[in-house]
């Protein structure tokens, strides 16, 4: 009966994947987009991707790291150098983009074992701005000025990036590997006895995430036409820290939701920086003042339309019995 | 000679960091707070000193006096409505709405003034280079070392000495047990944050006056570096957090003497890095034992 349902909801999940790639690809084809809306959906779509892979790391595992924007500079250079250095096609560029970022996330989260808390907060603030600053000193990928990156982002791959991401990082949590994750979060001490591996599992959560940020950065890199160092200050991390924060610390669909949300807001509120940054700011103030679980606390969408007491559902649903 | 005229440019600086690292460590050791908001109480310090010398016409001492005030009342209004409400959450929760108040501030101060940067008038120290030991140092660093020294000193005066240091002193080791005492814990607190924003002001009116730039984004390295700082000398202890200023500004001097000043702003992060993998209780700082 249980697979029965996760299946249900597998294939309900691919359906209305399937529905929105076929949507978007035929209004595209039909030239029904314009540009601005495409840049849109492209940035909702990269930014989805990071806030999941945030998620993994701040929602399930509790290591609250602010330098996720290091992870996607090392992506987005990795992968336009392979592009654009050393002629690869797009694919590679993808891939290797992924796994510079998880050798960065490795180097972050071996630190991470020794902090706790607002160390392994300031520590990995501290680390997005090592990144920025060897970016910024490295004539081979332009220093300051940038590195030009020609348009290869097209929609099936940034697509199925967000499917890739969204399905290894769901089922990553409701693996054995993730409900040890979420152990961690609820307390750490308590899983370290219980014979959980906490340094494995926190490395791990570090890499996998890291890895999804440079993918995201390598989506990144081929859409916009040019990287600089610039584009991956700590303020890049907090716009991605808000969607984790505002969406719930622990939902996956409330990371989803947050990150289409407010990027559509900011897109309108682009000619008004200093706006989007106040309404950002009273976004996360106004959310820990009076909702610090965030839009969805830890429940996942699906949860939202099933009936109270019912099986089946996540593990968090049954923490909150509990 | 040009390494010891760096050096004194580290100090100059490091002095600088090390009253903002104050009003961290001070804040941190009573509420167990990052303050991330505190480098931005530098930054409107710094504008409050620039308007009061040049709207209101004042001398350098009269607008530093009027800017501490100033900061403090503001650091007491930041603590009062967004941190005390979550005297009992979580400490991630607390660093997200210290993070949140950061960039209010920041984008609050462009969204009022612009993003455009103000330069200090040139005249309002007197600039004469004075040669010591056969150096030739500049008559502002002397004068900036001075003033934050005698700011340092009236803070180790009021941590020790009085009645409210006591207290914060008290707080600091034992919010229940100092409550119980009879120790208006709020005040306390409250009291804490006037203070270190009020050393973060004075930051702020001496940064611009030797460094003339002040633009509404200044607050975020040097708060960070002074956080860095903070830690460096062990967080939540006050000497530590002077040390730690002077040493991280030294560091950074020499780097830049060392022909990497472009590396000058990573030194701090590396720093850091290395200081909270070897020695996470910072220099001066007892290893404390966690108890389940």
Same mark, same amino acid.
């Given at each position: 009966?249980?697979?029965?349902?996760?299946?249900?909801?597998?294939? /309900?999940?691919?359906?209305?994947?399937?529905? %929105?790639?076929?949507?978007?690809?035929?209004?595209?084809?039909?030239?029904?987009?314009?540009?601005?809306?495409?840049?849109?959906?492209?940035?909702?779509?990269?930014?989805?991707?990071?806030?999941?892979?945030?998620?993994?790391?701040?929602?399930?595992?509790?290591?609250?790291?602010?330098?996720?924007?290091?992870? !996607?500079?090392?992506?987005?250079?990795?992968?336009?150098?392979?592009?654009?250095?050393?002629?690869?096609?797009?694919?590679?560029?993808?891939?290797?983009?992924?796994?510079? =970022?998880?050798?960065?996330?490795? !180097?972050?989260?071996?630190?991470?074992?020794?902090?706790?808390?607002?160390?392994? @907060?300031? =520590?990995?603030?501290?680390?997005? *701005?090592?990144? +920025?600053?060897?970016? /910024?000193?490295? &004539?081979?990928?332009?220093?300051?000025?940038?590195?030009?990156?020609?348009?290869?982002?097209?929609?099936?791959?940034?697509?199925?990036?967000?499917?890739?991401?969204?399905?290894?990082?769901?089922?990553?949590?409701?693996?054995?590997?993730?409900?040890?994750?979420?152990?961690?979060?609820? &307390?750490?001490?308590?899983? &370290?006895?219980?014979?959980?591996?906490?340094?494995?599992?926190?490395?791990?959560?570090?890499?996998?995430?890291?890895?999804?940020?440079?993918?995201?950065?390598?989506?990144?890199?081929?859409?916009?036409?040019?990287?600089?160092?610039?584009?991956?200050?700590?303020?890049?991390?907090? &716009?991605?820290?808000?969607?984790?924060?505002?969406?719930?610390?622990?939902?996956?669909?409330?990371?989803?939701?947050?990150?289409?949300?407010?990027?559509?807001?900011?897109?309108?509120?682009?000619?008004?920086?200093?706006?989007?940054?106040?309404?950002?700011?009273?976004?996360?103030?106004?959310?820990?003042?009076?909702?610090?679980?965030?839009?969805?606390?830890?429940?996942?969408?699906?949860?939202?339309?099933?009936?109270?007491?019912?099986?089946?559902?996540?593990?968090?649903?049954?923490?909150?019995?509990? | 000679?040009?390494?010891?005229?760096?050096?004194?440019?580290? $100090?100059?600086?490091?002095? $600088?960091?090390?009253?903002?690292?104050?009003?961290?460590?001070?804040?941190?050791?009573?509420?167990?707070? $990052?303050?991330?908001?505190?480098?931005?109480?530098?930054?409107?310090?710094?504008?409050?000193?620039?308007?009061?010398?040049?709207?209101?016409? !004042?001398?350098?001492?009269?607008?530093?006096?009027?800017?501490?005030?100033?900061?403090?009342?503001?650091?007491?209004?930041?603590?009062?409505?967004?941190?005390?409400? !979550?005297?009992?959450?979580?400490?991630?929760?607390?660093?997200?709405?210290?993070?949140?108040?950061?960039?209010?501030?920041?984008?609050? %101060?462009?969204?009022?003034?612009?993003?455009?940067?103000?330069?200090?008038?040139?005249?309002?120290?007197?600039?004469?280079?004075?040669?010591?030991?056969?150096?030739?140092?500049?008559?502002?660093?002397?004068?900036?070392?001075?003033?934050?020294? =005698?700011?340092?000193?009236?803070?180790?005066?009021? %941590?020790?000495?009085?009645?409210?240091?006591?207290?914060? +002193?008290?707080?600091?080791?034992?919010?229940?047990?100092?409550?119980?005492?009879?120790?208006?814990?709020?005040?306390?607190?409250?009291?804490?944050?006037?203070?270190?924003?009020?050393?973060?002001? @004075?930051?702020?009116?001496?940064?611009?006056?030797?460094?003339?730039?002040?633009?509404?984004?200044?607050?975020?390295?040097?708060?960070?570096?002074?956080? %860095?700082?903070?830690?460096?000398?062990?967080?939540?202890?006050?000497?530590?957090?002077?040390?730690?200023?002077?040493?991280?500004?030294?560091?950074?001097?020499?780097?830049?003497?060392?022909?990497?000043?472009?590396?000058?702003?990573?030194?701090?992060?590396?720093?850091?890095?290395? $200081?909270?993998?070897?020695?996470?209780?910072?220099?001066?700082?007892?290893?404390?034992? *966690?108890?389940?």
């Amino acid at each position: 009966m249980k697979i029965l349902k996760q299946g249900k909801t597998f294939w /309900l999940f691919i359906l209305l994947g399937a529905v %929105v790639f076929g949507t978007v690809q035929f209004m595209i084809a039909g030239g029904m987009l314009n540009q601005f809306y495409l840049n849109t959906l492209f940035s909702i779509a990269i930014y989805t991707i990071l806030a999941v892979s945030l998620h993994l790391i701040i929602g399930i595992t509790g290591q609250f790291s602010i330098g996720h924007a290091g992870f !996607l500079a090392v992506g987005a250079y990795a992968s336009a150098i392979m592009t654009m250095k050393l002629g690869l096609p797009f694919v590679v560029a993808l891939v290797a983009g992924g796994l510079a =970022a998880a050798v960065a996330g490795l !180097l972050i989260g071996i630190p991470s074992l020794r902090l706790k808390g607002d160390y392994l @907060a300031i =520590a990995t603030l501290g680390f997005g *701005e090592i990144v +920025r600053i060897i970016l /910024l000193n490295m &004539d081979y990928v332009g220093g300051a000025s940038g590195l030009q990156v020609s348009h290869l982002t097209t929609w099936p791959w940034t697509f199925a990036c967000v499917i890739l991401t969204i399905v290894v990082i769901a089922n990553f949590t409701n693996s054995t590997h993730g409900r040890a994750c979420i152990s961690i979060r609820e &307390d750490e001490t308590a899983a &370290d006895a219980m014979g959980i591996n906490t340094t494995f599992y926190k490395v791990t959560a570090f890499a996998i995430g890291a890895f999804f940020a440079g993918i995201a950065g390598a989506l990144f890199a081929h859409n916009f036409y040019i990287i600089q160092p610039s584009n991956f200050g700590f303020l890049k991390s907090f &716009d991605i820290l808000i969607f984790v924060v505002l969406g719930g610390l622990g939902s996956l669909s409330g990371a989803v939701i947050a990150a289409i949300l407010l990027t559509i807001v900011s897109t309108f509120l682009q000619e008004y920086p200093e706006t989007r940054m106040i309404i950002y700011s009273l976004v996360l103030i106004l959310t820990m003042l009076y909702r610090p679980q965030g839009l969805m606390g830890t429940r996942e969408i699906g949860s939202l339309f099933k009936r109270k007491g019912s099986g089946g559902g996540s593990v968090d649903a049954k923490q909150r019995a509990l | 000679m040009e390494l010891v005229q760096q050096l004194v440019n580290g $100090i100059s600086l490091g002095s $600088i960091y090390a009253l903002i690292a104050l009003g961290y460590t001070m804040v941190y050791g009573i509420v167990k707070l $990052i303050n991330f908001a505190h480098g931005d109480v530098f930054m409107v310090g710094s504008f409050m000193g620039f308007y009061s010398i040049t709207i209101l016409d !004042l001398s350098f001492f009269p607008a530093l006096v009027l800017t501490m005030a100033a900061c403090a009342l503001f650091g007491v209004a930041i603590e009062r409505i967004a941190y005390k409400p !979550l005297r009992n959450a979580t400490r991630i929760a607390a660093l997200i709405t210290a993070i949140g108040v950061s960039l209010l501030i920041e984008y609050g %101060v462009i969204y009022f003034r612009g993003a455009q940067p103000e330069a200090y008038p040139g005249d309002v120290l007197p600039k004469e280079t004075i040669s010591l030991f056969g150096l030739s140092v500049s008559s502002q660093s002397i004068f900036i070392l001075g003033v934050s020294v =005698a700011l340092m000193i009236l803070l180790q005066f009021i %941590v020790h000495k009085t009645k409210i240091g006591k207290a914060m +002193r008290a707080v600091s080791h034992d919010a229940d047990a100092a409550r119980l005492m009879g120790i208006n814990v709020n005040n306390t607190i409250s009291a804490t944050f006037a203070i270190g924003s009020a050393l973060a002001g @004075a930051a702020g009116v001496i940064f611009g006056t030797y460094y003339i730039k002040i633009e509404p984004l200044m607050g975020i390295i040097p708060g960070l570096k002074a956080f %860095v700082a903070a830690v460096l000398g062990g967080i939540g202890i006050i000497p530590g957090a002077m040390v730690g200023g002077l040493l991280l500004g030294v560091i950074e001097a020499l780097v830049s003497a060392l022909g990497y000043s472009l590396w000058r702003d990573g030194a701090a992060f590396v720093v850091l890095i290395l $200081i909270l993998i070897f020695l996470p209780s910072g220099l001066f700082g007892k290893n404390v034992r *966690e108890k389940v």
